[in-house]
């Protein structure tokens, strides 16, 4: 069974940076699609990137580009999202997901979010 552990949440004022990171267990992120969401109070989850399962990224978000990077380690099974030039419109809880084929809100694995919390 995959498991899915996410990490690096925290609050960070206007223009601040964090990296999350996505730990995976029960499967090789080599094996695996995967994916960064989020979700802020009162608005649907939303996808900000994801991988195909040879690390080739699919997707990104408008308000990712130029901010925020997503990658994985192989060697650490581990998925990770670089995000600079915090803004408070991104303040959610940041959700990592993984498929067999192409990660989608359906996809059947998902860690439990880590909060993210940017001050003005």
């Known amino acids: 069974q995959v498991q899915l552990v996410e990490s690096g949440g925290g609050l960070v004022q206007t223009g601040g940076s964090l990296t999350l990171a996505c730990a995976v267990s029960?499967?090789?992120?080599?094996?695996?699609?995967m994916g960064w969401f989020r979700q802020a109070p009162g608005k649907q989850r939303e996808l900000i990137g994801r991988l195909t399962s040879s690390g080739v990224q699919t997707y990104y978000a408008d308000f990712m580009k130029g901010r925020f990077t997503i990658s994985r380690d192989n060697a650490k099974n581990t998925l990770y999202l670089q995000m600079n030039s915090l803004k408070p419109e991104d303040t959610a809880r940041y959700y990592c997901?993984?498929?067999?084929?192409?990660?989608?809100?359906?996809?059947?694995?998902w860690g439990l979010g880590t909060q993210v919390t940017v001050s003005s």
């Open positions: 997901a993984a498929d067999r084929l192409v990660v989608t809100t359906s996809s059947p694995y």
């Open positions: 029960g499967d090789t992120v080599s094996n695996l699609a």
